[in-house]
Nanobody, 121 residues
Framework: QVQLVESGGGLVQPGGSLRLSCRASGSIVSINVMGWYRQAPGQQHELVATVTSGLSTDYADSVKGRFTISRDNAKNTVYLQMNSLKPEDTAVYYC???????????????WGQGTQVTVSS
């Protein structure tokens, strides 16, 4: 009933850029925090960046100054602009959102299906 659909991953050379998008759809009352996580092979799940409904942002130290998270509340969409990409940014990137669906007075965390980002020459 609530879905997060990601797009924008792919293969890019070191120093290049990619923009990820994630749109929430379904029976939604409100969305609080939206964010991006990533998981590289053999590594733990890592928080990359978050943005609140009031547009306050937070970033992992490893991406500060290179990545920018933003959201369009009217479109229920969060974006991750990734610049100056490094091979160590290679991972599956997952969208996450704290959503209150119409069928509940509570909010729940929903996840996208993941999109692969590969940084390689």
């Amino acid at each position: 009933q609530v879905q997060l659909v990601e797009s924008g991953g792919g293969l890019v050379q070191p120093g290049g850029s990619l923009r990820l998008s994630c749109r929430a759809s379904g029976s939604i009352v409100s969305i609080n925090v939206m964010g991006w996580y990533r998981q590289a092979p053999g590594q733990q799940h890592e928080l990359v960046a978050t943005v609140t409904s009031g547009l306050s942002t937070d970033y992992a130290d490893s991406v500060k100054g290179r990545f920018t998270i933003s959201r369009d509340n009217a479109k229920n969409t969060v974006y991750l602009q990734m610049n100056s990409l490094k091979p160590e940014d290679t991972a599956v990137y997952y969208c996450n959102a704290e959503i209150r669906p119409t069928f509940s007075t509570l909010s729940y965390k929903y996840w996208g299906q993941g999109t692969q980002v590969t940084v390689s020459s």
